[in-house]
């Protein structure tokens, strides 16, 4: 299982802006979808954004599109989440994930999992 490691997360107001990170090893990055997701209290967890290994392919939640943008960058071995004009719906646990099947498409199978970073957007 690939190690993935979150970080970015912390308390922000809503209508402002936060980046995630997720680190992963170049095994896992070069060659796998990515994709973050989130888990809110008393929620079960749901996909925010994914993206394929290429980059030429982005899905996004319906709650988050034109606020979310998923991206990924190889030399670095990191994939990003940037939230912008956060809402306080959108106060979870955000977990990377990555998906070592995905071809093409937005059928995404993720398998490994990060340990999460808590996103909190106060009114």
Known sequence: Q????ESGGGLVQAGGSLRLSCAASERVF???AMGWFRQAPGKER????AISWSGGTTVYADSVKGRFTI??????NTVYLQMDSLKPEDTAV???A?????????????QYWGQGTQV???S
């Open 120 to 122: 909190t957007v106060s």
């Open 46 to 49: 749901e996909r925010v954004a």
């Open 71 to 76: 991206s990924r960058d190889h030399a670095k």
């Open 94 to 96: 955000y977990y990377c």
């Open 98 to 110: 990555a998906d070592p099947t995905h071809t093409i498409g937005t059928d995404f199978h993720f």
């Open 30 to 32: 070069a060659s796998y």
């Open 2 to 5: 690939g190690q993935l490691v």
